[in-house]
């Protein structure tokens, strides 16, 4: 299955760990709007 997951927030990240974990062979894709240098945010900003 393609999962795309908007957003690299708390939920988001959750969300596409969760999926990984129950099928291994689920194709994730993680869209974030922030730049893969930006240092802020919720704490763990999963950015490129």
């Given at each position: 299955?393609?999962?795309?997951?908007?957003?690299?927030?708390?939920a988001g990240?959750?969300?596409?760990?969760?999926?990984?974990?129950?099928?291994?062979?689920?194709?994730?894709?993680?869209?974030?709007?922030?730049?893969?240098?930006?240092?802020?945010?919720?704490?763990?900003?999963?950015?490129?």
């Amino acid at each position: 299955m393609r999962i795309n997951v908007i957003g690299g927030g708390p939920a988001g990240l959750y969300f596409a760990l969760l999926m990984k974990k129950r099928d291994p062979s689920h194709n994730i894709v993680l869209f974030e709007r922030n730049a893969p240098d930006d240092t802020f945010g919720w704490g763990v900003v999963f950015s490129g």
